[in-house]
C-alpha cells in the first residue's frame, strides 16, 4: 500500500491520503476512517480523483457540509472525495455558487445585499451541494422556490460528461431530488434567481429565522439535524413526543430534549448507537400509531 501512496500522491498533484477518520468531517462527529480520503477545491482535481477511483474500480462517495449523514463505525471502503469548491459570485438578483458553499455565507451576503430567498439557510452546517440534494428548507421556503439551474457532472459508463439542468429537470420534492436517484451525478454548482427587496427587510429576517431555530433546536450540539421526513399530515417532532420517546438515551446517543426530531451525541457516541435509536423511534412510532417514519439522513459505509 506504501508503493501504492507514494504514486497517488504524484497524481496531478493531488494529495490523497489513507485511513483518515471522517468523524471530524460530520455534523454528529461519528465515524470511522475512510480507506483513501481527498479534498478537491476545484473541477480538474475531482475529476482527476474521480478518474483515479474508476479506473482503481474503486466505491466512492462525495462528501460536502457533513450534516444529514451518519457514518459506520467502520468508515468507509474506498475514495471519500470531501467537496471544497468554495466559489460564488452575486450578479444583480442571481447567486451563482460552487457545491462547496456554505449555505449560511449565502445567506448572509445575499440578505446584506437585499435579496430574498436563502434566508432558511441561516443556522444550516450544510454546504450548496447537499442543499440542493436534498432540497433543504425551513421557514416557509425550499432551494427549489429559488433555484434555477443545476451544474452536474455524470458518470457514465465510467466516463464523465457535464450537464445542465434546469428547476423542473431537478424534479424536486420534499426533502427530495433526482439527485437522490441518481447516484452518479454530482452537483458542481447552482444557481439562485433572488427577489429584490431592502437590507433591513431581510436582514430582520435573516434575524427572525435564526432567533426561532436558537429556541426551538439544539443549534450547536453534536447533530446531524432532522433525523426524520415529516409524514403527510404529520411532524416527526410531535409524533416521537406522542409516543414518550423525547430525551431517551441509548449509550452516547439522545433524543433531543429542545426538539424530539434531532438525535444529539456525546463524546462517547457511536454509529451503531444511532441506529439502534432510530430504529427504538421508528418501532415504537409504528407500532403505537400506525405510522411509518423515513429517515432524511443518509447512511454512509452502511
Known amino acids: 500500500m506504501l508503493k501504492n501512496m507514494a504514486k497517488l500522491n504524484t497524481i496531478n498533484n493531488l494529495n490523497i491520503q489513507t485511513n483518515v477518520l471522517l468523524a471530524p468531517y460530520t455534523a454528529f462527529k461519528i465515524g470511522g476512517p475512510a480507506d483513501y480520503f481527498i479534498v478537491v477545491k476545484t473541477e480538474s482535481e475531482l475529476i482527476s480523483a474521480l478518474n483515479w477511483a474508476i479506473e482503481k474500480k474503486l466505491p466512492y462517495y462525495i462528501l460536502s457540509g457533513g450534516s444529514n449523514i451518519l457514518v459506520a463505525d467502520h468508515g468507509f471502503r474506498g475514495l471519500v472525495i470531501k467537496m471544497a469548491l468554495d466559489q460564488y459570485k452575486i450578479v444583480r438578483h442571481q447567486v451563482i455558487a460552487d457545491s462547496g458553499v456554505s449555505l449560511q455565507l449565502l445567506a448572509k451576503k445575499s440578505a446584506e445585499l437585499g435579496l430574498e430567498g436563502l434566508e432558511f439557510g441561516i443556522g444550516v452546517p450544510g ?130 430534549e429542545k426538539h424530539a426530531n434531532y438525535i444529539i451525541a456525546t463524546d462517547n457516541a457511536t454509529a451503531e448507537q444511532v441506529v439502534m435509536l432510530i430504529a427504538m423511534i421508528k418501532q415504537r412510532v409504528r407500532d403505537r400509531l400506525k405510522i411509518q417514519l423515513q429517515e432524511e439522513i443518509q447512511y454512509v459505509g452502511f
Not at 140 to 168: D, F
Not at 199 to 226: F, T, V, Y
Open 127 to 256: 454546504t450548496v451541494g447537499g442543499a440542493v440534494y436534498g432540497n433543504a428548507g425551513a421557514a416557509g421556503q425550499e432551494v427549489k422556490n429559488v433555484v434555477t439551474k443545476v451544474k452536474i457532472l455524470r458518470i457514465e459508463k465510467n466516463k464523465l460528461k457535464y450537464a445542465s439542468l434546469g428547476r423542473s429537470a431537478c424534479r424536486f420534492g420534499y426533502r427530495d431530488s433526482i439527485f437522490k436517484k441518481n447516484k452518479n451525478w454530482i452537483i458542481l454548482s447552482a444557481v439562485f434567481n433572488l427577489k429584490k427587496s431592502t437590507p433591513q427587510r431581510c436582514l430582520d429576517k435573516l434575524a427572525q429565522i435564526l432567533k426561532d431555530k436558537i429556541a426551538n433546536q439544539p443549534l450547536g450540539a453534536r447533530s446531524a439535524g432532522s433525523i426524520f421526513i415529516n409524514p403527510p399530515g404529520h411532524s416527526a417532532w410531535d409524533l416521537i413526543c406522542e409516543v414518550e420517546l423525547k430525551g431517551c438515551r441509548i449509550g452516547g446517543v439522545q433524543i433531543s
